[in-house]
């Protein structure tokens, strides 16, 4: 059974700051995708990535998929509130625990 | 497009009752995927249905059940509800199989809250 491992767990930062959060696996993965959560709302998704050593860029928000395809790594650029949620990394239909994201003012 | 449309959005029920939640999914997306989330557990996946098929099925009781319809909407049934049922029940649709290469990105609704007392 693959197991998605995120980390760190929970994340507070100021405004302004940037960050990365972690999606591992002792497995290959096929795909992986990235979803936020916000409160109150069901998961929306972010990015798929497929290829090994691909990065694909989304405003701020950087994602890279380790080259042997058993890790990938979400990085925010001068993180806003509005960043603020749950970032989960999805595959096979298995979801990471999450990453709880706080920015604050 | 309309998006996932999940009903009930909230609903209370005691213990041995059964509940029914309903999910319709984007058009023309023909796979529905159930996920249970609770803050011990995170999201766990209950099952998936593409062309009324039952095509995967996550580690949950057989009180667990769901199906689809021609339409592609899906129901999940719970049977003797209990306590640890207390979830956020969430639907997701996709064009594809759920999480495949092509057309599986998943598009959430948002979710149906359960409360068992």
């Known amino acids: 059974t693959q197991l998605l491992e995120q980390s760190p767990q929970f994340l507070s930062i100021q405004e302004g700051e940037n960050l990365t959060v972690y999606c591992n696996s002792s497995s290959v993965f096929s795909s992986l995708q990235w979803y936020r959560q916000e409160p109150g709302e069901g998961p929306v998704l972010l990015v798929t990535?497929?290829?090994?050593?691909e990065v694909k860029k989304l405003k701020r928000l950087t994602f890279q998929f380790g080259d042997a395809r058993k890790d990938s790594s979400l990085h925010i650029t001068a993180a806003q509130p509005g960043d603020t949620g749950l970032y989960l990394c999805h595959n096979d239909m298995r979801f990471g625990a999450g990453t709880r994201l706080t920015v604050k003012p | 497009k309309a998006g996932v449309t999940q009903t009930p959005r909230y609903l209370i029920k005691t213990r041995g009752q059964q509940v029914t939640l309903s999910c319709s999914p984007i058009?023309?997306?023909?796979?529905v995927s159930w996920y249970q989330q609770t803050p011990g557990q995170g999201l766990q996946f209950l099952f998936e249905y593409f062309s009324e098929t039952q095509r995967n099925k996550g580690n949950f009781p057989g009180r667990f059940s769901g199906r689809q319809f021609s339409n592609s909407r899906s129901e999940m049934n719970v049977s003797t509800l209990e306590l640890g049922d207390s979830a956020l029940y969430l639907c997701?649709?996709?064009?594809?199989?759920?999480?495949?290469?092509?057309?599986?990105?998943?598009?959430f609704g948002e979710g149906s809250r359960l409360t068992v007392l």
């Open positions: 990535v497929v290829t090994g050593g």
């Open positions: 997701a649709s996709s064009l594809g199989l759920a999480g495949g290469h092509v057309g599986g990105e998943l598009f």
């Open positions: 058009s023309g997306h023909r796979s």
